[in-house]
């Protein structure tokens, strides 16, 4: 058990640049998390995956935001058109998913966005 | 948003017990309280889960009061390595079944002196 991994670990672009991350959870976890946490405040939920759908996604997560989970592996993040709000420490989880519940999440290391 | 408070900050020695309590007056009686921790610059660390007993682990204890509207968290011998951001969560089971996502407040820094 190798843990959550998250790619790159550290990311700065300039404004208006588009940007990938990258999400490897735990094998066969079928829940995948993702979360924005900014300076000083708890993590805040991006969106979720059951297996390889997207089930629920947040109000935070704009038109700019889009996240795949093909195959109901790795996912994947992606900023288009980056503004210097969305610096931030973008974080991953995965979770065995117990049916209608709660479960313990696994999460990685972060991924930190910084937007000139 | 959060359905807990927590205070802000809080000091413990090292070698002492640190104990850390959470509100959360408005929680459903199945649904289950959870702490985790983020050590800096680290994602968030699980710790502990519990509905209406107490629960022990290796690496705390969690008392939940009998009405179930607060909760303690107890690390019996805390280390420098002890400080961090702890996070109480209620699990939100609105609408009978839950997705698992976890709403995190401010937390509570816990700072452990020498």
């Known amino acids: 058990d190798t843990g959550v991994s998250q790619d790159p670990r550290h990311k700065i672009t300039k404004r208006g640049q588009n940007v990938t991350f990258r999400c490897d959870p735990i094998?066969?976890?079928?829940?995948l998390y993702w979360y924005r946490q900014t300076l000083g405040q708890g993590p805040e939920f991006l969106t979720y995956?059951?297996?390889?759908?997207?089930?629920?996604k947040s109000r935070l997560l704009s038109d700019r935001f889009s996240a795949e989970r093909p195959k109901g592996s790795f996912s994947t993040l992606e900023i288009q058109r980056t503004e210097q709000g969305d610096s931030a420490m973008y974080l991953c989880?995965?979770?065995?998913?117990?049916?209608?519940?709660?479960?313990?999440?696994?999460f990685g290391p972060g991924t930190r966005l910084t937007v000139l | 948003d959060a359905k807990t408070t927590q205070p802000p900050s809080m000091d413990c020695a090292e070698g002492r017990a640190a104990n850390l309590p959470c509100n959360h007056s408005?929680?459903?009686?199945?649904?289950?309280v959870y702490w985790y921790r983020q050590i800096h610059s680290q994602g968030p660390q699980y710790i502990i889960h519990g509905l209406k007993n107490n629960e022990t682990n290796e690496m705390a204890s969690l008392i939940i009061t009998e009405d179930r509207k607060s909760s303690t968290l107890i690390l019996p011998h805390a280390t420098l390595r002890d400080t961090a951001v702890y996070y109480c969560?209620?699990?939100?089971?609105?609408?009978?079944?839950?997705?698992?996502?976890?709403?995190f407040g401010q937390g509570t820094i816990l700072t452990v002196h020498p």
């Open positions: 989880a995965s979770s065995s998913g117990l049916a209608g519940r709660t479960d313990t999440q696994y």
């Open positions: 995956f059951q297996n390889e759908a997207q089930l629920e």
């Open positions: 094998s066969e976890h079928n829940r």
């Open positions: 969560i209620v699990e939100d089971l609105a609408g009978g079944t839950s997705y698992g996502k976890l709403t």
């Open positions: 408005t929680i459903s009686g199945n649904e289950y």
